[in-house]
């Protein structure tokens, strides 16, 4: 910048003698000179024209607009025009735009008829809509600037060939963009293939890849020390709850992980229980250490159960506060008041669906107490508003 400054202040003195020491009558070709170092000083900013329409045209305040050019530069508008109008045309939104230029400021010099309708027309192909296209490449405008042929469709091919159909792999590609421009063959496959060798079976594994796709998106080598060190802990490899263990320990690192504990150590559990609780329901550790210390705090403190019945029952860990925990305590505890139940069995309030709930709570005392209906709904309502106090 400063070397730029420096160079058109040059040019400007330089201009400035020849017209002191000159005129145009007698020097007919200093109009020409003139000129030529005037367009040579407006040239070398190449950002001004491209901070001004980023400005103008998609709305970016000067700082962005000064941050992007520094990643694109064009003299005209007629490329980035296009590239906005084509944008427009399918739907996408002023904000959408902004996002990918923001993302990937160099697609403002894309051919659009080269580079991005090929790629529309695909997904298009393949079932995708057009709002599932732009919610695609908001998330991941890098699809927009990689080959179709030599990474876009070999992609989606792996992805439906595992996923055995084309709509299981948009889906999964609704869950994570991210996957259309990951290397299968380097950071997916060998992953798989881990897995099967270690006897999870490819159902097991095509279930959970739709629903966790990212979680198998890892270094090979980082991959199978998860893999052993969930078959050592003494999961079934025959059961999900051995991806859900090894998704876990892909998501949650070490220091997550020792810091959970210590919550879970501040409420009286050993480490044996926190691992026992875990091998029961693996998501007990992939909780926050918040909303671990909220459940434990209502249910130890307010409706004075032991902390570790949670280790004989951890799913209740993955409930919702507002909507299940509380609500379902408090209707229970009414229901002791008034003498309809003998006492609250943790599995029974806490561990049943919620139409099992409502028969056996709601109900079957609903002679008894036409009102208990109308006062688990209020129950409802008052949790909400308990927990966002």
Same mark, same amino acid.
Request: charged share 25%; hydrophobic share 40%.
């Given at each position: 910048?400063?070397?730029?400054?420096?160079?058109?202040?040059?040019?400007?003195?330089?201009?400035?003698?020849?017209?002191?020491?000159?005129?145009?009558?007698?020097?007919?070709?200093?109009?020409?000179?003139?000129?030529?170092?005037?367009?040579?000083?407006?040239?070398?900013?190449?950002?001004?024209?491209?901070?001004? =329409?980023?400005?103008?045209?998609?709305?970016?305040?000067?700082?962005?607009?000064?941050?992007?050019?520094?990643?694109?530069?064009?003299?005209?508008?007629?490329?980035?025009?296009?590239?906005?109008?084509?944008?427009?045309?399918?739907?996408?939104?002023?904000?959408?735009?902004?996002?990918?230029?923001?993302?990937?400021?160099?697609?403002?010099?894309?051919?659009?008829?080269?580079?991005?309708?090929?790629?529309?027309?695909?997904?298009?192909?393949?079932?995708?809509?057009?709002?599932?296209?732009?919610?695609?490449?908001? =998330?991941?405008?890098?699809?927009?600037?990689?080959?179709?042929?030599?990474?876009?469709?070999?992609?989606?091919?792996?992805?439906?060939?595992?996923?055995?159909?084309?709509?299981?792999?948009?889906?999964?590609?609704?869950?994570?963009?991210?996957?259309?421009?990951?290397?299968?063959?380097?950071?997916?496959?060998?992953?798989?293939?881990?897995?099967?060798?270690?006897?999870?079976?490819?159902?097991?594994?095509?279930?959970?890849?739709?629903?966790?796709?990212?979680?198998?998106?890892?270094?090979?080598? &980082?991959?199978?020390?998860?893999?052993?060190?969930?078959?050592?802990?003494?999961?079934?490899?025959?059961?999900?709850?051995?991806?859900?263990?090894?998704?876990?320990?892909?998501?949650?690192?070490?220091?997550?992980?020792?810091?959970?504990?210590?919550?879970?150590?501040? *409420?009286?559990?050993?480490?044996?229980?926190?691992?026992?609780?875990? &091998?029961?329901?693996?998501?007990?550790?992939?909780?926050?250490?918040?909303?671990?210390?909220?459940?434990?705090?209502?249910?130890?403190?307010?409706?004075?159960?032991?902390?570790?019945?949670?280790?004989?029952?951890?799913?209740?860990?993955?409930?919702?506060?507002?909507? *299940?925990?509380?609500?379902?305590?408090?209707?229970?505890?009414?229901?002791?008041?008034?003498?309809?139940?003998?006492?609250?069995?943790?599995?029974?309030?806490?561990?049943?669906?919620?139409?099992?709930?409502?028969?056996?709570?709601?109900?079957?005392?609903?002679?008894?107490?036409?009102?208990?209906?109308?006062?688990?709904?209020?129950?409802?309502?008052?949790?909400?508003?308990?927990?966002?106090?």
């Amino acid at each position: 910048m400063l070397n730029s400054f420096t160079k058109n202040i040059n040019d400007f003195f330089k201009l400035l003698h020849i017209v002191t020491n000159n005129s145009f009558s007698n020097n007919p070709s200093l109009f020409f000179t003139v000129r030529r170092i005037s367009n040579k000083t407006k040239s070398q900013n190449p950002q001004s024209f491209t901070v001004s =329409y980023l400005r103008t045209k998609l709305g970016f305040p000067p700082e962005s607009a000064l941050r992007i050019s520094k990643y694109v530069h064009f003299k005209t508008p007629e490329k980035p025009d296009s590239v906005i109008a084509f944008l427009e045309q399918h739907g996408f939104s002023d904000t959408q735009i902004r996002q990918i230029i923001l993302t990937r400021p160099a697609l403002l010099c894309s051919d659009v008829e080269k580079t991005f309708l090929p790629k529309f027309q695909f997904f298009q192909s393949k079932g995708v809509t057009g709002p599932e296209i732009s919610k695609l490449l908001v =998330y991941n405008p890098r699809i927009l600037s990689r080959s179709l042929e030599k990474r876009i469709i070999p992609c989606f091919n792996q992805l439906s060939k595992l996923l055995q159909s084309d709509s299981k792999a948009i889906t999964a590609l609704r869950r994570n963009p991210y996957l259309m421009v990951c290397n299968f063959d380097t950071y997916v496959l060998p992953n798989i293939k881990t897995l099967i060798d270690n006897g999870v079976p490819e159902s097991n594994i095509v279930t959970m890849f739709n629903y966790h796709p990212w979680s198998f998106v890892m270094l090979p080598d &980082r991959f199978k020390e998860i893999v052993k060190d969930v078959k050592e802990m003494g999961f079934n490899p025959l059961l999900v709850k051995f991806l859900h263990a090894v998704i876990l320990f892909r998501k949650v690192s070490k220091p997550a992980m020792e810091s959970k504990f210590d919550v879970y150590k501040k *409420w009286g559990w050993s480490d044996d229980e926190i691992w026992e609780a875990f &091998r029961r329901y693996p998501g007990v550790l992939e909780a926050s250490k918040e909303k671990i210390t909220a459940i434990m705090d209502f249910l130890v403190n307010e409706m004075g159960f032991q902390s570790l019945i949670l280790a004989n029952h951890p799913s209740v860990i993955s409930r919702s506060l507002e909507k *299940w925990i509380v609500p379902r305590a408090l209707f229970a505890r009414e229901l002791l008041s008034k003498g309809l139940i003998k006492d609250l069995k943790f599995s029974v309030v806490f561990g049943t669906s919620e139409k099992v709930f409502v028969q056996r709570f709601v109900n079957q005392y609903k002679d008894k107490a036409p009102e208990l209906l109308k006062l688990y709904e209020e129950k409802l309502k008052f949790a909400v508003a308990l927990t966002q106090s």
